[in-house]
């Protein structure tokens, strides 16, 4: 083997001669592997055109920090000679006016290769202020080497270059910081304003951890954010009257009464509880305890967020959508309950709900079974529907004894029977036909579900002896264009009629309704079809830019429904009247999808697009509480109004509805329409299209983005 080809490792100790066969040999391997070259030069090619690129992208920034290098130094020399009385001297400016372009062009190379440039300064944290320290201790050493070259280092100072060091490095890092002290100033005193010009949502945060941390500084980064925290909650007091990001630690979980108060004294009162750490558990009774009063006082109870959750809606897989809160959606603290009215309705009774299987049904049992009733009827028409709900109660409550009956509202029979074998105390009333178009579509079905159903339902209330009957009512069924809202509307009279015919008796029955708007959530709403389109990538349907409409959570609506009835009952309020949810200001619906989008950690138009539809059929723009015929009473219960419209007699609302049945019986949709328009003045059913009409206007359009096909789509949401 010749020494040529021999390892690098045998040729010998490496001095003298021994290093030149040493380098001659590692060229020579170099050279004979062209290929190895090529990969080096492409390595730093493509170092060189990263850094360039940073550059380019943060030039702004590099321009500054040259600017201020140049600066550091001419202070730090004028510090420096100013001591020793040179600072006028004509040699020591001309080193100077020497030093400072070879400072400048040394900075100009440095900085960017130091990597000062590829962070995003935005999330910079302390170990990225290290490499600001790098940066200047690069650049001020390879100055020294300049100079010595040029001058020996004789033309000015040594110590010149530490005091440039000394003040180049918190003047790079000032700049740095500047957007990290905006973000802490989000939460300021102005905060509540902020927000494109609209109030943000004041949380209380219980636990000031890393969670917290996290979460509070994501808020503080993101301008879309509507969460304001306003204070953290902490298990023990030791760490009160500090500041976690700007946010006070108010006190432990047990002052969180005080903290409120104190909180709404100062007018800002928290929407939100959230838990940053992790979602209570039954084994800690003190957050337990912390929950309940939360919802006493009305404040949600939530998690972080998922608007914090940055996602990519193009990735070519389905999403995995993480739950949504609902009343995230809404821009009103919920009512504040009266419980033990509640109990005092419900405990030891025997309770009936019709169409126990639906959104409202479900929630309405889950409620009234954690009131300890001696027992709860379920009746429905569905089976897998009664089965769910069955198989939740008993999994939920498995004290509470329950019957699940399929049985149709329209079997006057069927429904006395099971009224009268149990000795009903209660009765609510959920079972209709709710969706606007089908019921439009479908009209004699909606007769004989909504009005003659209804009467069933009556009447065998009545023949049972229960205490009173509470009927869900809708919005709809103010000044109607649809069929379903004027079914409703008719039972809504035969209830008003039956309460104030019972008044007076000596077995008195309460016949009450409860009017409401739409429910976030509920089977057939726009929260479901808005989860399922923001599930395939968009697009979200809208039928109108200008339609609107009233909201509400499952929960709260029958929450303030069982409170209305229990004050109801109770008081004997209401005799005659319709109790109303304060539902707050109507909402729109374009709003609320942009909303949602957001609170998906999408954006608006640009990931997911938004796409109008037009009206279906026996839709309006908007709906109201309260008829133009209606008198609005003063209701003394908290997030509940009151309605009296002009009674029908109880005897020609009977005869209507037995001519009524027949003629639906009979697929007389003509004769029904012509009826229900005599009976109700206020049944605009001229202003509604024809179905074929109807399907034909659809003539969809995106908001910035490309038309679909002019047909009427699958899914669109009122």
């Known amino acids: 083997m010749s020494q040529l080809e021999q390892p690098l490792e045998t040729v010998g100790p490496l001095g003298g001669p021994s290093l030149l066969i040493a380098s001659a040999i590692a060229l020579g391997r170099l050279v004979s592997k062209p290929r190895t070259i090529l990969h080096v030069l492409s ?31 001419s202070f730090a ?20 006016l020497f030093a400072l372009p070879c400072f400048f062009l040394t900075c100009v190379v440095i900085f960017p290769v130091t990597c000062l440039y590829t962070r995003n300064w935005r999330y910079a944290s302390i170990g990225d202020m290290f490499g600001i320290v790098r940066a200047v201790l690069v650049a001020s050493l390879a100055f020294v080497f300049v100079m010595f070259v040029a001058t020996r280092l004789d033309s000015i100072p040594r110590s010149v270059i530490v005091i440039e060091a000394l003040l180049l490095v918190p003047m790079l890092i000032s700049v740095r910081i500047r957007s990290k002290l905006l973000e802490v100033r989000r939460f300021g005193p102005a905060a509540s304003r902020a927000g494109n010009g609209r109030d943000m949502v004041p949380v209380l945060l219980v636990g000031a951890s890393d969670a917290a941390d996290l979460y509070i500084r994501a808020l503080q980064r993101d301008q879309d954010a509507r969460h304001w925290p306003v204070g953290l909650l902490e298990r023990g007091a030791t760490t009160e009257g500090y500041f976690l990001r700007g946010v006070p630690v108010l006190g432990s979980i047990e002052d969180f009464d005080a903290v409120v108060s104190d909180l709404e004294a100062r007018g800002i009162k928290p929407r939100h509880v959230i838990f940053t750490e992790r979602m209570p558990g039954l084994v800690d009774p003190a957050l337990d305890a912390l ?74 049992t889950q409620q009234i079974a954690a009131l300890g009733p001696a027992e709860v009827i379920l009746i429905d028409n569905s089976e897998y529907n009664l089965y769910a709900i069955d198989l939740e109660l008993a999994e939920k409550f498995p004290g509470v004894s329950r019957k699940p009956y399929i049985c149709d509202v329209r079997d006057a029979v069927r429904l006395g029977e099971i009224f009268q074998r149990h000795s009903v105390d209660l009765v609510f009333h959920a079972a209709a036909l709710k969706h606007v178009p089908m019921v439009e579509l479908n009209p004699c079905e909606g007769i004989l579900t909504n009005v003659i159903g209804t009467m069933n339902v009556a009447e065998a209330t009545r023949l049972c002896g229960a205490k009173a009957m509470v009927q869900i009512s809708t919005d709809k069924v103010v000044n109607t264009t649809n069929v379903m809202g004027a079914t409703k509307r008719l ?99 374009i709003d609320m999808a942009r909303r949602m989008i957001k609170l998906a950690g999408y954006r608006p138009d640009e990931d997911i697009k938004i ?3 037009g009206c279906r059929p026996g ?44 003629l639906a019986r009979a697929g007389d949709t003509a004769g029904v329409l012509d ?39 699958r899914d669109a949401a009122a």
């Open 43 to 73: 390595y730093f090619r493509r170092r060189l055109t990263g850094r360039t690129k940073a550059v380019g992208k943060n030039l702004p920034l590099y321009v500054i920090d040259l600017s201020m290098a140049l600066a550091a130094l």
């Open 77 to 96: 020399s004028f510090m420096r000679l100013g001591l020793d009385g040179e600072v006028n001297n004509p040699e020591s400016f001309q080193s100077l």
């Open 291 to 364: 929950i309940d009063r939360a919802e006493r006082l009305g404040i949600a109870v939530s998690r972080p967020a998922p608007v914090l959750e940055l996602r990519n809606p193009k990735h070519e897989s389905r999403f995995e959508l993480r739950p949504i809160e609902l009343t995230d959606l809404l821009e009103r603290p919920q009512a504040v309950l009266d419980k033990g009215a509640l109990s005092r309705m419900i405990e030891n009774g025997r309770v009936v709900v019709t169409g126990a299987g639906g959104s409202i049904g479900g929630e309405l």
């Open 491 to 589: 039972a809504e009279l035969y209830c008003q009629s039956l309460d104030l015919a019972f008044v007076a008796s000596e077995t008195p029955v309460r016949f009450m309704t409860v009017r409401f708007g739409n429910v976030l959530g509920s089977s057939g709403s726009l929260i479901p079809l808005f989860k399922r389109q923001l599930a395939r990538g968009g697009p979200l349907t809208v039928t109108d830019m200008e339609m609107k409409r009233f909201f509400m959570t499952i929960r709260e609506a029958v929450e303030l429904t069982l409170q209305a009835s229990a004050h109801g009952l109770e008081k004997k309020l209401g005799q005659g009247e319709i109790f109303v949810l304060d539902m707050g200001a109507p909402i729109k619906i």
């Open 611 to 613: 796409e109008i539809v």
């Open 619 to 662: 839709e309006k723009l908007f709906e109201e509480l309260f008829d133009e015929r209606e008198r609005r009473v003063d209701v003394p219960i908290s997030g509940v109004l009151g309605a009296v419209p002009n009674p029908v007699p109880l005897d020609t609302l009977r005869k209507a509805f037995s001519q009524l049945r027949r």
């Open 675 to 713: 009826l229900v328009a005599e009976l109700l003045p206020s049944y605009r059913r001229g202003d509604a299209k024809p179905a074929a009409a109807a399907s034909a206007s659809f003539v969809p359009h995106v908001i910035r983005g490309s038309a679909k096909a002019a047909m009427p789509p």
